[in-house]
């Protein structure tokens, strides 16, 4: 059983930082990227930054300069600064880990239960 827990998000004003983490635990052979995505009311689950084991990181054009992801791998904790908030950066979002449980399993994609980040004067 793989579980990821999120935490840190919160109401915020416009310009404003947070500070996401998202721990996974439980039976965890290897993980291979790390990463956080949102979903806004109405809209789809988008990609916001993963992160690679060695420490490659991919944004979204629409966060580029403002967030930071970054992991400690002794901990399997991934973390999200975000700055230079927005209103439009309010959304739900979500912890993701791309793992083994076992050297003989595959990869899968586990996920936590969001936390919800509003930005809002």
């Known amino acids: 059983q793989v579980q990821l827990v999120e935490s840190g998000g919160g109401l915020v004003q416009p310009g404003g930082s947070l500070r996401l983490s998202c721990a996974a635990s439980?039976?965890?052979?290897?993980?291979?990227?790390m990463g956080w995505y949102r979903q806004a009311p109405g809209k789809q689950r988008e990609l916001v930054a993963t992160i690679a084991s060695g420490g490659n990181t991919n944004y979204a054009d629409s966060v580029k300069g403002r967030y930071t992801i970054s992991r400690d791998n002794a901990k399997n904790t991934v973390y999200l600064q975000m700055n230079s908030l927005k209103p439009e950066d309010t959304a739900v979002y979500y912890c993701n880990g791309l793992l083994k449980t076992s050297w003989a399993s595959v990869y899968d994609n586990y996920w936590g239960q969001g936390t919800q980040v509003t930005v809002s004067s």
């Open positions: 439980g039976t965890i052979f290897v993980i291979k990227t």
